[in-house]
T-cell receptor, first 110, second 114 residues
Framework: SQTIHQWPATLVQPVGSPLSLECTVE??????LYWYRQAAGRGLQLLFY??????ISSEVPQNLSASRPQDRQFILSSKKLLLSDSGFYLC?????????FGPGTRLTVL | AQSVTQLGSHVSVSEGALVLLRCNYS??????LFWYVQYPNQGLQLLLK??????LVKGINGFEAEFKKSETSFHLTKPSAHMSDAAEYFC????????????FGSGTRLLVRP
C-alpha cells in the first residue's frame, strides 16, 4: 500500500520569505498527486494537481506554485509568503479511485 | 460544476446515540462519493466510498452511508456513537475524468458527550 511523506511537519515563516514544502509517495507508481490547503475552521481547497512528471494544473490563482520533478515527488513553493498563506497543507495521491492523504504540514506566516 | 453541501458545521450526540451526518451533492453525471474523517492535526482517512455499485456502503469503524439518487444525498450514519468518533468529517465528490479531483464539503465537527 502507498505511504505519503510530508515535511516539514510544522513551519513558522515571516511574511515575504520563500517556501518549499515537499511530498513524496512510496508504494505506487505514476500516481495523480494533489496539494490541498485547509484554512483554520474551513474545508479543504484543492490548490494543484498533477497527472505526471512536469504536468501541473492550478485550480485557483494564488501566490503559490507547484512542481513535480520526479514521479513520486510533489513540491509546493512560494517566492514571497503572505499572511493569507497560513494553513494546513495536505498532499494526496490517487489510487483505484481513492485519494490517500499525507500527515500534513502546518504553516504559520507571521 | 460539482458541489457538496454538508448541513450542520457541528453535530453533538451522546455516547451510544445514533450519529447522522448529512451530505448533499450536485453533479450532472453519476458521481463517486466519499466520506473522510480527520482527527486534530492529522491528515484525512477514508471512511467509505460509493462508486456506483451497492447503494448502501459500509465503511470502517462501524460507519455506513446510503446513496439516494432521488434526494442527491449521501448521509453518513453510525448506530451507536463512541467517544473516539469525535472528529471532523468531510463529504467529497469526485470528477470521473482522469484527474480524479475531489470537491469537498465544508466539514462537520462531531462532538460526543459522555
Amino acid at each position: 500500500s502507498q505511504t505519503i511523506h510530508q515535511w516539514p511537519a510544522t513551519l513558522v515563516q515571516p511574511v515575504g520569505s520563500p517556501l518549499s514544502l515537499e511530498c513524496t509517495v512510496e508504494g505506487t507508481s505514476n500516481p495523480n498527486l494533489y496539494w490541498y490547503r485547509q484554512a483554520a475552521g474551513r474545508g479543504l481547497q484543492l490548490l494543484f494537481y498533477s497527472v505526471g512528471i512536469g504536468q501541473i494544473s492550478s485550480e485557483v490563482p494564488q501566490n503559490l506554485s507547484a512542481s513535480r520533478p520526479q514521479d513520486r515527488q510533489f513540491i509546493l513553493s512560494s517566492k514571497k509568503l503572505l499572511l493569507s498563506d497560513s494553513g494546513f497543507y495536505l498532499c494526496a495521491c490517487n489510487r483505484y479511485n481513492e485519494q490517500f492523504f499525507g500527515p500534513g504540514t502546518r504553516l504559520t506566516v507571521l | 460544476a460539482q458541489s457538496v453541501t454538508q448541513l450542520g458545521s457541528h453535530v453533538s450526540v451522546s455516547e451510544g446515540a445514533l450519529v447522522l451526518l448529512r451530505c448533499n451533492y450536485s453533479s450532472s453525471v453519476p458521481p463517486y462519493l466519499f466520506w473522510y474523517v480527520q482527527y486534530p492535526n492529522q491528515g484525512l482517512q477514508l471512511l467509505l466510498k460509493y462508486t456506483s455499485a451497492a447503494t448502501l456502503v459500509k465503511g470502517i469503524n462501524g460507519f455506513e452511508a446510503e446513496f439516494k439518487k432521488s434526494e442527491t444525498s449521501f448521509h453518513l450514519t453510525k448506530p451507536s456513537a463512541h467517544m473516539s468518533d469525535a472528529a471532523e468529517y468531510f463529504c467529497a465528490v469526485s470528477d470521473q475524468d482522469s484527474s480524479y479531483k475531489l470537491i469537498f464539503g465544508s466539514g462537520t465537527r462531531l462532538l460526543v458527550r459522555p
